[in-house]
């Protein structure tokens, strides 16, 4: 299958291989002369391996004129065949949520395959999903070093994303943690994101999704790949048409959408969702530099019971 259809007239072109091939056949003429019966023996000894050896160099010369043009005419596969031989760019762009949401604590690092103490958090203990987050991101990079091709990796957290959008004179790379840089074996080229922590406000991932969509439109790798790490909690989608939007902007880029989930781990529960509703101070004479007795009010969003 062919993205470029209309190209497909460029395979009349592998009979020019075969038509030069024969034209030399053609052109040589037979000429008697006295030495001639010596290299006629020496001919005949060789006919087979001369004859083999041109049909071999026909066929490559066929073989490489189907491929340039199979390329050009954007075969399916295609692609595949160049990483194959280390000549692909992959363009890898993070939407990274950073926000509130993220602080919720889940249980151990998860299924990222992080290694302990990876983004502060050993595993096995609780975590909040922003700590699966990072883990995730850190695997991610540490696969890409070892895949063969060149890899570029972008990441951009959402709130950084928001206060660009914000500002009518900001750039997509702006609002990038990291952006476009190759990825290597060096654990450091991440250090800095690994040391962020979930903001404390509530972000909205279409800006950042948008601004990631100009920079993998901006970028001139042969692949490209948009991961929106997220909770995906319910508040943030609840409006789905604004995000739908922004992924389809994403896809015309032709990115491969991939979505990376640091809450669900196969628990059919919803996490622990504590909020304060209400602070009042006790009714009693205030002083400065006294403590004061406060009542709160914690109210349980969780489907769960949750214990002091």
């Known amino acids: 299958m062919l993205l470029y259809p209309s190209l497909a007239a460029g395979f009349l072109f592998i009979g020019v291989p075969l038509l030069v091939h024969l034209i030399n056949l053609l052109r040589h003429r037979r ?3 006295a030495a001639m019966d010596f290299l006629l023996a020496s001919y005949r000894k060789q006919r087979r391996w001369i004859v083999l050896r041109q049909l071999l160099l026909l066929l490559t010369r066929i073989a490489v004129a189907a491929l340039l043009i199979a390329v050009l005419a954007g075969l399916i596969g295609g692609r595949g065949l160049i990483g194959a031989i280390g000549g692909q760019t ?3 762009v993070i939407v990274l949520d950073d926000s509130y949401s993220m602080r919720q604590r889940v249980s151990g690092v998860g299924n990222s395959g992080a290694a302990a103490g990876e983004s502060g958090v050993e595993s096995g203990r609780d975590a909040t999903a922003y700590d699966r987050a990072l883990s995730a991101i850190a695997s991610l990079v540490r696969n ?3 895949d063969e091709g060149v890899h570029q990796l972008t990441v951009m957290r959402a709130s950084r994303a928001s206060m660009v959008s914000d500002n009518e004179k900001g750039t997509a790379d702006a609002a990038a943690d990291l952006a476009a840089q190759t990825v290597t074996g060096d654990a450091r080229q991440v250090e800095r994101l690994m040391s962020t922590r979930a903001s404390t406000l509530r972000t909205d991932l279409v800006s950042a999704i948008d601004l990631a969509s100009d920079l993998l439109n901006a970028n001139p790798a ?9 909770d995906f909690s319910r508040r943030d989608w609840q409006s789905p048409r ?3 939007v922004s992924l389809e902007k994403a896809k015309k880029t032709g990115a491969d959408i991939r979505m990376i989930d640091c809450v669900e781990s196969g628990a059919t529960s919803s996490p622990r969702n504590l909020a304060i509703t209400d602070l009042a101070p006790e009714p009693d004479v205030w002083v400065a530099g006294v403590p004061v007795m406060m009542n709160v009010t914690v109210k349980n969003y969780s489907d769960a019971e949750v214990k002091n």
């Open 31 to 33: 000429t008697q002369w």
């Open 90 to 92: 992959t363009h890898h």
């Open 144 to 146: 890409l070093s070892n």
């Open 222 to 230: 042969d692949s490209k790949r948009l991961y929106v790490v997220s």
């Open 242 to 244: 604004r995000m739908a």
